[in-house]
T-cell receptor, first 113, second 116 residues
Framework: KAGVTQTPRYLIKTRGQQVTLSCSPI?????VSWYQQTPGQGLQFLFE???????NKGNFPGRFSGRQFSNSRSEMNVSTLELGDSALYLC????????????FGPGTRLTVT | DQQVKQNSPSLSVQEGRISILNCDYT??????FLWYKKYPAEGPTFLIS?????DKNEDGRFTVFLNKSAKHLSLHIVPSQPGDSAVYFC???????????????FGTGTLLAVQP
């Protein structure tokens, strides 16, 4: 079974631009969660989607948004990029909504200059 | 407010010995805990989990112990191998209306170095 895939793996953007990251979950998994990892803040939860609906949301500004498609693939968007948005963005998929069995992708490394 | 804490940023252990990684939490409503291992430039890899109704869960060389009264959990790796060298994160599943959710709250990680 293929794992969680994320594209692109690396991205360089300029302040003020926007970016869209993509995540394809493990086949059969309907839950997709997004996390941001930075050296200063560690791994922080952004949001979770299940069956195209946002179920949980972390404490991030409205510039961070996401969506999920009917095939469970998910995208997250960051608008008006700031230098502090430079981070590793990780996607995790799960067959459940109860915390068990979350599998992470390799991440997208975003650098904002 | 750091609800999940890993107070040791690093740990060095000899190959073949036991590695003990610790984690403390503050929210008594957490009912599911997980341990992940992470290499640089990769996503975290799930290792083992434990429900709050248990005090021990074992999977091969990995055992997790939960002490609810102390709000403390630990991961034991026996015997330790050089390939175990990585950053280890503990995480708690944030509670929701129906119980545990997929919103994980992570500790800051402990870098384990297993010396040959």
């Amino acid at each position: 079974k293929a794992g969680v895939t994320q594209t692109p793996r690396y991205l360089i953007k300029t302040r003020g631009q926007q970016v869209t990251l993509s995540c394809s979950p493990i086949s059969g998994h309907r839950s997709v969660s997004w996390y941001q990892q930075t050296p200063g803040q560690g791994l922080q939860f952004l949001f979770e989607y299940f069956s195209e609906t946002q179920r949980n949301k972390g404490n991030f500004p409205g510039r961070f948004s996401g969506r999920q498609f009917s095939n469970s693939r998910s995208e997250m968007n960051v608008s008006t990029l700031e230098l502090g948005d430079s981070a590793l963005y990780l996607c995790a998929s799960s067959a459940t909504t109860t915390g068990v069995g979350q599998y992470f992708g390799p991440g997208t490394r975003l650098t904002v200059t | 407010d750091q609800q999940v804490k890993q107070n040791s940023p690093s740990l060095s252990v000899q190959e073949g010995r036991i590695s003990i990684l610790n984690c403390d939490y503050t929210n008594s409503m957490f009912d599911y805990f997980l341990w992940y291992k992470k290499y640089p430039a990769e996503g975290p890899t799930f290792l083992i989990s434990i429900s709050s109704i248990k005090d021990k869960n074992e999977d091969g060389r990995f055992t997790v112990f939960l002490n609810k009264s102390a709000k403390h959990l630990s991961l034991h790796i026996v015997p330790s191998q050089p390939g175990d060298s990585a950053v280890y994160f503990c995480a708690a599943s944030a509670p929701g209306y129906g119980g545990a959710t997929n919103k994980l709250i992570f500790g800051t990680g402990t870098l384990l170095a297993v010396q040959p």
